[in-house]
């Protein structure tokens, strides 16, 4: 089938099992196999770009004929490190790895994670949430896992102006105290960033705590992402100038976001809501990205190449 000169950006959160996990089952984006077989095929059939060749695209400098593939991860999870880059190295395939830098290299445990163990956790049939408004979720009809889903989009939302009252008033309802940070972490480490690095993988910024962007004022906006790209360039030794937005979605990140990041120096920015890039119509703080989850290796073999033939949205 032909291809379009085009740019799609896939992105990946946790790679293992979700179903053994006590934390959210959600950011689970492949098993290593699935992972090794997905970039395999990738390989076989699309031009696998780097960073730095993105850039060029969006600069108008030279695009490969065809269709090109760019693979990213966000959170920077210990399982990227363990699973994702064995993968990715031993295939010739550059990953770029979108850090929050608080979590690097601690026990600290994210707000999603949180959330979704005290779902697990809980043993009623029913959690009614009085904040932002009264919601009631079908914990014993709906399912943990999906009920965590749930919970999760409605903390997103741009009425949950303060998520501390959130997951506080989630631990009364549930009768469930959220996890502590352990000795066992979940994210990988700076030592093994830059090896990673050292390896062909790029990194990025995912702001500092992964707040929501759109949530804060315009300098703990600023802040976010200074803090997080004076510690990446610290830790890395090399200049870091994209940035992933956390969530991603539409209401995730406004003008008002692209206008500090800009003011900041910072040269690009991933969504992730979907959408492929053409020549010339690339937004450089809005490239779009694909997820890969809950994809079978069928679906998403004709997903790439229905986005590669046409350069649409997937279906």
């Known amino acids: 089938m032909p291809q379009r000169r085009a740019l799609i950006v896939l992105n990946y959160h946790r790679i293992g099992d979700a179903d053994e996990t006590p934390f959210d089952s959600g950011v689970f984006s492949a098993t290593a196999e699935q992972l090794e077989s997905q970039i395999s095929y990738f390989k076989s059939r699309f031009h696998m770009a780097t960073l730095e060749e993105v850039f060029a695209m969006i600069g108008g400098g030279n695009v490969p004929r065809g269709t090109s593939m760019l693979i990213t991860f966000d959170d920077g999870y210990l399982d990227n490190y363990t699973l994702a880059f064995p993968i990715l190295r031993a295939q010739g395939v550059q990953g770029v790895f979108f850090l929050p830098t608080a979590f690097i290299g601690t026990g600290k445990l994210p707000w999603w994670d949180e959330i979704a163990y005290i779902v697990k956790h809980c043993v009623k049939e029913r959690i009614r949430l009085e904040y932002p408004e009264s919601t009631t979720f079908d914990l014993k009809g709906t399912g943990a896992r999906r009920v965590s889903m749930q919970i999760l989009r409605l903390f997103t939302q741009p009425a949950v102006k303060d998520p501390k009252r959130f997951i506080t008033e989630l631990e009364k309802v549930c009768e469930v105290s959220r996890p502590?940070?352990?000795?066992?972490?979940?994210?990988?480490?700076?030592?093994?960033?830059?090896?990673?690095?050292?390896?062909?993988?790029?990194?990025?910024?995912?702001?500092?705590?992964?707040?929501?962007?759109?949530?804060?004022?315009?300098e703990l906006q600023q802040e976010e992402a200074r803090r997080s790209r004076e510690i990446l360039e610290r830790e890395l030794n090399r200049k870091i100038d994209t940035l992933a937005y956390p969530v991603g979605l539409p209401y995730c990140f406004s003008a008002d976001t692209v206008s500090v990041l800009k003011q900041m120096g910072y040269m690009a920015a991933f969504s992730f809501y979907g959408g492929s890039n053409l020549p010339g119509k690339i937004q450089p703080f809005d490239i779009r990205r694909y997820g890969v989850a809950d994809q079978s290796h069928s679906r998403l073999r004709l997903q790439t190449a229905w986005g590669a033939a046409t350069g649409a949205p997937w279906f």
């Open 180 to 218: 502590k940070g352990g000795a066992d972490r979940c994210f990988l480490d700076w030592h093994e960033a830059r090896e990673m690095q050292e390896h062909g993988m790029a990194f990025g910024s995912h702001t500092h705590s992964h707040e929501i962007l759109s949530k804060l004022s315009s």
